[in-house]
């Protein structure tokens, strides 16, 4: 992977992290507790911070609640309380005289409470506690969790202000401005404290403590959504990265598995037009060669009828092989000929030119709706010359009355079968025979290909060639 995608990768993660950076979280406890009949509990800080007289700072709290009892029934003290050395200051949670979720231990009383201290929580599920009275609070239920969140604003020499939220907001987006008024209550209380305790004392089977957070902003109590979380960011980030990656080395390997076809298109067109060269100088010059010295032989021998006619046939049979030569060189260089279909049809033009007044008669069963499948110059060129040579062979050697061309695609093969009603030969024969070399060039020239050539022939039973090859999908 290249630097500059993995800095920008970086800078990213950096940006992400920053952003979603948070404020001090002075405490912190995410684990579910038990807290039951314990007296006076324990400090659950250990004295890793405390708030004195002189401090005027601001902490949130928060803590989440699952009651094993109901308090209707059964009278009990429980909550989180704050505690300077052994003296009791104020707690959030249930006095034992409120009944409903309240505060104990505050510097006012509530109105519907009977102890100085006790002010009930607005909830936002108020409860009729008394015969025919609503009042603003609810009353702890077996199996309702609540989530309490609570601040305090320290005032240096004085009672401090308290705002407690009841089972509020606490998503994404929310604000302690933005918390109805329902569920937020305020009072004073002296907030000071060395330790806190997590108590339950009395009736009931005592309450499940969770998700205990001690903060110096209300952002710290906002639950993120799992997309917002510093591990999703990094899993995000490092997707990216190895998306980046993974896209840059794909979009490489495509520019390079291009170039490296454009350079076996090069190399396959150059072969061609060597191949064209090689042809001209080959079949074009020796046929041309050829019926120059059979020209001068007419000339010279023009008193002699039968050598004229002798040397007039010779001549136009040099005349027709090199009008053939020339029209397979154009059909190799005409633009849409590297097509199956185009190949199809030439060799049907051939097989029509080469027996058109040969006394063999020659049938075609070429299909002319064959895919758009592009041929590479010298795989055309070489099925051309297998076909080329098996029917030169025909018309040469084969005394046929019928020769029958079948050529067919079938999902990805491509077949063409050569029959002929002629004199045949001996297969087991080939190889001492010379005239059959040919045979035997033309199998070599089909596995070049990736291709076979099937050769089935006896004596005075004619001669079945099938050429099969396989296209990649």
Request: glycine share 8%; charged share 25%; aromatic share 10%.
């Amino acid at each position: 992977m290249s630097r500059p995608v993995i800095l920008f990768a970086l800078t990213i993660l950096l940006a992400i992290l920053t952003s979603s950076a948070r404020a001090t979280v002075l405490y912190q406890e995410a684990g579910k507790t038990l807290v039951h009949e314990n007296g006076l509990g324990v400090d659950i800080l250990n004295g890793t911070f405390r708030r004195s007289e002189t401090a005027s700072d601001t902490l949130y709290f928060k803590f989440h609640i699952d009651p094993l009892s109901d308090v209707g029934t059964e009278e009990y003290l429980a909550g989180l309380e704050f505690f300077e050395g052994e003296a009791e200051r104020f707690g959030v949670g249930n006095s034992l005289k409120a009944y409903g979720y309240s505060a104990f231990n505050t510097a006012e009383q509530g109105t519907n409470n009977k102890i100085f201290g006790d002010v009930d929580l607005h909830s936002a599920s108020p409860e009729a506690f008394e015969t025919g009275k609503v009042v603003a609070y609810e009353l702890p239920r077996r199996g309702q969790e609540r989530t309490i969140v609570f601040k305090v604003q320290y005032v240096p020499g004085g009672t401090d202000n308290v705002t407690v939220w009841m089972n509020p907001s606490l998503a994404t987006g929310a604000t302690e401005e933005n918390q109805p008024e329902k569920l937020t209550t305020h009072f004073k209380a002296n907030g000071k404290f060395t330790a806190i305790h997590l108590r339950h004392s009395g009736n009931g089977g005592g309450w499940y403590f969770s998700d205990v957070v001690v903060a110096t902003s209300f952002n710290d109590l906002i639950v993120p959504h799992f997309w917002q979380r510093w591990w999703f960011f990094v899993l995000a980030v490092s997707a990216l990265v190895t998306w980046v990656g993974l896209t840059v080395r794909f979009v490489e390997k495509r520019k390079f598995q291009s170039q490296l076809y454009r350079a076996e298109q090069e190399r396959a067109l150059e072969q061609e037009r060597a191949r064209i060269a090689q042809d001209l100088h080959d079949d074009l010059g020796s046929s041309l060669t050829r019926i120059s010295l059979l020209s001068g032989l007419l000339r010279a021998e023009k008193d002699n009828p039968a050598q004229v006619e002798f040397h007039a046939q010779k001549l136009s049979e040099s005349a027709n092989q090199t009008v053939r030569a020339l029209e397979e060189i154009v059909w190799a260089v005409r633009p849409g000929s590297d097509t199956l279909q185009s190949l199809v049809d030439y060799i049907a033009h051939f097989a029509n030119e080469l027996f058109e007044e040969h006394p063999t008669r020659c049938r075609l069963d070429c299909p002319h709706d064959l895919p758009a499948r592009a041929l590479p110059p010298d795989l055309r060129h070489n099925i051309f010359l297998i076909i080329k040579e098996a029917l030169t062979n025909v018309a040469r050697h084969a005394e046929a009355k019928v020769v029958h061309v079948q050529i067919k695609m079938e999902q990805q093969r491509l077949q063409i079968v050569i029959i002929d009603d002629g004199k045949g030969f001996d297969s087991s024969a080939m190889k001492n025979n010379g005239q059959h070399n040919g045979l035997e060039n033309m199998r070599r020239r089909a596995e070049a290909v990736g291709g076979q050539l099937e050769i089935h022939s006896d004596l005075g039973q004619g001669t079945r060639k099938v050429f099969h090859l396989n296209f990649p999908h």
